[in-house]
């Protein structure tokens, strides 16, 4: 395909091309005429059509390396930097970024004004745009072996310079270590910061390390292991840069970033109490469309959906009232459905995060989280905290997070305080150590789990109520918690909605258990035997020594069952091999999980309704078939009984 041709269709699809510009203009004319000679009667109608129309404003905007940011912006003559054309683009506008490498903040002043009208920022259709928080270093000088030195201006950071930027902040445990939000890489994979110089020119378990100091003078100095290679040779990086893509405001709406990878920025740690700074991030808005990017190499957080920021951050940990005076000042800063909330963050590859891949203190709700790739978060475990995890959400309402691949984490999905008509279903987690897939702190509920292939040795830790559990895969141990330790009073939301209807203890319980599978000697739940509030668990299979609670009715136990439980990977896609028993027609024994079985909870006194308000009525399985008319198979999939099945269960390719 021709350049030519390639641009006709990115007008095509993107902005409005001049036969469609002239078309709406003489259209517009026509309507005012119209209204000229009938008089006032048709006045509004016409306005209602032009209102309806396209902004005739609307502009594409073109980046590229070859640009020049004097430049009118055009394909032909395009500009240099993405940061250029975000200063020029109003609502309506597009913003088409040319293959290349790009080194820049984007510090977007504005948004778009509804869904209709956003700023669209995306990498043109085909090529490879990248966008590094980090600058190159050049000029290294051997001292020894190994172990390499350079003295970086310190002009290049202005008026940030991450090699002095100390990560701190609530709940973050440095490990008598000092961290800096600092990163040295090599061809792309960041070296670990040592605790002490000396560290530096001690043999290394093939885990290169970096120590860095204030030089004589306006430069910093850096020391690294570059094993076997010459860095002059290499393409060799440092963090420049504390974010990638966030906007300085708040309240910068609508935006959409699409096809772009972004990496290597010196994030701040990001606790629920504090503005929550990501590589890519939304900063208290609504309406973000952030979709098929690749976000990677970040000191703490990929993606947040986060809190604002005010003087109080960071003070709240051990305050009297701590988070719940977060949630109070929030309410002053337009926390509601009219301002907050509302974004997509779709079929993202996250990954090489060292708190979380995403996270958001209030500023997800009423927000879908869909096909996500999230792996190798928190992994190095040079320090430590409350918010690790590949997801970190204070206050998910009304929120869907649906059909994510989450493996290689320190935690999978922690989901804590006010996750309230929330629904987690379809996703796939495995492989995260050494805490569990699924994390609930906390909440009081409704929120709705199902159709989650949970296989990782520790599949979930509960220290929540409200919860209900349907048709899942547990394959790894389920701890509960009695009652909240802390003796915490936290909050309950009033029905989609943010106000606040009550602060109220958890004391544990009030969970249903409808139509799951449990597959090892491990898995338990006998955890709610001792809950506080009533239990209600039916249809579970219990298979090769999972045992079930004495709360449990018309259970399936089967210790003799050859399972075949195993999860391949092959050419970018992951399939679960799995046998199900037997389980001798069991008409009427397993229910249909509808929100009438389900009820209401006991403390918000609310029913259990998708994050649109519509009923629960779980028709169809993980893989989107319906599940049988008579009654529907235990597990996320609807299989025949006693055969073995190869499934796939996850491909990055299959999200639309």
Known sequence: MTEEKRSQNRNLSGTLVDHEVHFLTALKLSIVSSVLRSGITHWAAGMAVMAAMPCLSAKEYHVSPRGNDTSAGTFAAPLRHIAKAAELAMPGDVITVHEGVYRERIDPPR???????????????????????????????????????????????????????????????????????????????????AAKKQDVFAPTDNKPLWFSEPAAGDATTVWAQFMGVDPNTQLVEVNARQSVFYP?????????????????????????????????????????????????????????????????????????????????????????????????????????????????SLGAVFSKIIGNEIHDIHVRRLFSGHEMAGMKFHGALDSLIEGNHVYRCSRGIWLDWMTQGTRVTKNLLH???????????????????????????????????????AHNLFAGNIQVKVGDAEGRRTPWLKEHSTEMGGLDPNRSGDERYYNNVFIGKSVSLAGYDKARMDVFMAGNVFLQGATPSRHSKDSTLSKEHRVGLKLEQKDGAYHLNLVMPDLDGGVNRFPWVTSKLLGKVKVP????????????????????????????????????????????VWSLHDIK
Not at 150 to 167: A, T
Not at 442 to 461: F, I, Q, R, T, Y
Not at 619 to 648: C, Q, T, W
Request: neutral net charge.
């Open 111 to 193: 948004g778009g004004t509804s869904d209709e009208h956003r700023i669209v920022y995306r990498a043109a259709e085909g090529e490879t745009v990248v966008i590094k928080g980090s600058e190159v270093v050049k000029g290294w000088t051997r001292v020894q072996g190994d172990i390499w030195k350079v003295e970086i201006p310190n002009v290049m950071f202005g008026d940030f310079n991450p090699f002095q930027d100390l990560i701190r902040g609530d709940w973050f445990k440095p490990n008598k270590r000092k961290h800096h939000t600092a990163a040295v890489y090599l061809n792309g994979h960041w070296l670990t910061e």
């Open 248 to 360: 300085s405001k708040t309240g910068v709406n609508y935006i959409t970033l699409r096809g772009f990878i972004l990496e290597q920025a010196a994030t701040p740690w990001a606790p629920p109490t504090a503005e929550q700074i990501g590589l890519v991030g939304t900063h208290w808005s609504k309406g973000w469309v952030i979709e098929n990017n690749t976000v990677r190499y970040s000191t703490c957080t990929g993606i947040t959906l986060g809190k604002h920021g005010d003087k109080w951050d960071n003070t709240s940990a051990n305050s009297a009232g701590g988070y719940v005076k977060t949630i109070e000042r929030a309410y002053k800063h337009g926390w509601n459905g009219q301002n907050i909330g509302h974004h997509i963050v779709r079929g993202n590859h996250i990954s090489h995060c060292e708190q979380a891949g995403i996270v958001g």
């Open 431 to 469: 492989d995260n150590k050494p805490r569990e897939d699924i994390f609930l702190e906390v909440n009081h509920g409704p929120v709705m789990l199902d159709h989650n292939v949970l296989l990782s040795e520790k599949a979930m830790l509960v220290n929540s109520q409200g919860g209900a559990y």
């Open 605 to 648: 006194r609310q029913a259990y309704l998708q994050p649109d308000g519509s009923q629960y009525h779980l028709k169809s399985d993980y893989h989107g078939s319906a599940r049988n008319g008579m009654f529907p198979v235990p597990g996320p999939f609807e299989i025949p009984e006693g055969k073995e099945k190869k499934l796939k």
